[in-house]
T-cell receptor, first 112, second 115 residues
Framework: QQQVKQSPQSLIVQKGGISIINCAYE??????FPWYQQFPGKGPALLIA?????SEKKEGRFTISFNKSAKQFSLHIMDSQPGDSATYFC???????????FGGGTRLMVKP | GAVVSQHPSWVICKSGTSVKIECRSL??????MFWYRQFPKQSLMLMAT?????????EQGVEKDKFLINHASLTLSTLTVTSAHPEDSSFYIC???????????FGPGTRLTVT
């Protein structure tokens, strides 16, 4: 599997702040980039996803920024809340539904 | 929304025994399901891709004779861990591919502990 590198491994943010998680990929054939949120003992849940034809996608407090030339994409969580404390995974695939390659995960803690 | 269930949610078995985990797509048909394994504080690692009516495709390093996968219907895939060992203890997660929108939906996971 091609690698997807995710950083940071852990992140602490104050309530109301912005959480930023970054991912970089190698395979230029990737054309689908989802972000998943996982709470302890639960399966991952799709948060938001983007395709390379746009540079940004926003859904509520969650925004994906995509830089095709740099082969990087990031998740921004605006107005972070304690309930956002979870592990976040970026992923990439050749197209939606194909085999997903996951990043290493980021454990986010939002302090009240 | 699309819902995927797993059963059981947790299981404890003795070393040498076999355990079966079920993955069901509750409100959609899934021609393809994926099985992942996740160790504590680590990412999801794809074990195999399960296609309805055909043999599963296993990732490199995953023993197909140890992790038996059956995808007998469009809503059910099963993973059987045979002759389980303590090192097989992990969190097993399935996902199902919806044919209507080509999105993967994940199950809640099954915690396996082998004693």
């Amino acid at each position: 599997q091609q690698q997807v590198k995710q950083s940071p491994q852990s992140l602490i943010v104050q309530k109301g702040g912005i959480s930023i998680i970054n991912c970089a990929y190698e395979n230029t054939a990737f054309d689908y980039f989802p972000w998943y949120q996982q709470f302890p003992g639960k399966g991952p849940a799709l948060l938001i996803a983007i395709r390379p034809d746009v540079s940004e996608k926003k859904e509520g407090r969650f925004t994906i920024s995509f830089n095709k030339s740099a082969k990087q994409f990031s998740l921004h969580i605006m107005d972070s809340q304690p309930g956002d404390s979870a592990t976040y995974f970026c992923a990439a695939s050749g197209n939606a539904g194909n085999m997903l390659t996951f990043g290493g995960g980021t454990r986010l803690m939002v302090k009240p | 929304g699309a819902v995927v269930s797993q059963h059981p949610s947790w299981v404890i078995c003795k070393s040498g025994t076999s355990v079966k985990i079920e993955c069901r797509s509750l409100d959609f048909q899934a021609t393809t399901m994926f099985w992942y394994r996740q160790f504590p504080k680590q990412s999801l690692m794809l074990m195999a891709t399960s296609n309805e009516g055909s043999k599963a495709t296993y990732e490199q390093g995953v023993e197909k004779d140890k992790f038996l996968i059956n995808h007998a219907s469009l809503t059910l895939s099963t993973l059987t861990v045979t002759s389980a060992h303590p090192e097989d203890s992990s969190f097993y997660i399935c996902s199902a591919l919806s044919g209507s929108n080509n999105e993967q939906y994940f199950g809640p996971g099954t915690r396996l502990t082998v004693t």
